[in-house]
């Protein structure tokens, strides 16, 4: 799949600098900015379900922790 994506001319100047000290192209430098992104972003949704469970179930919690 082809996508183009414009960006502000300073983003771009910072992510062709990570890209040239990386030894990367830029686009491999946006796919992986993007990537990891994207696992920060599931990791926080993670972390949100497990603190409602922790909440929902906080006495059982401490039960079992005696």
């Known amino acids: 799949m082809n ?3 414009r960006l502000p001319d ?3 100047a ?3 600098a ?3 000290e990386d030894g990367n192209s830029v686009n ?3 796919v992986t900015a993007i990537s990891d ?3 920060r972003r599931q990791t926080a949704k993670v972390r949100e379900l497990a603190a409602r469970i922790a909440e929902r ?3 059982l919690l401490a039960r079992l922790a005696e």
Request: charged share 35%.
């Open 28 to 30: 491999s430098e946006a």
């Open 10 to 12: 300073d983003v771009h």
């Open 14 to 16: 910072r992510l062709k």
């Open 18 to 20: 990570a890209a040239d």
């Open 37 to 39: 992104y994207l696992a």
């Open 3 to 5: 996508m183009h994506l």
């Open 57 to 59: 179930d906080a006495e």
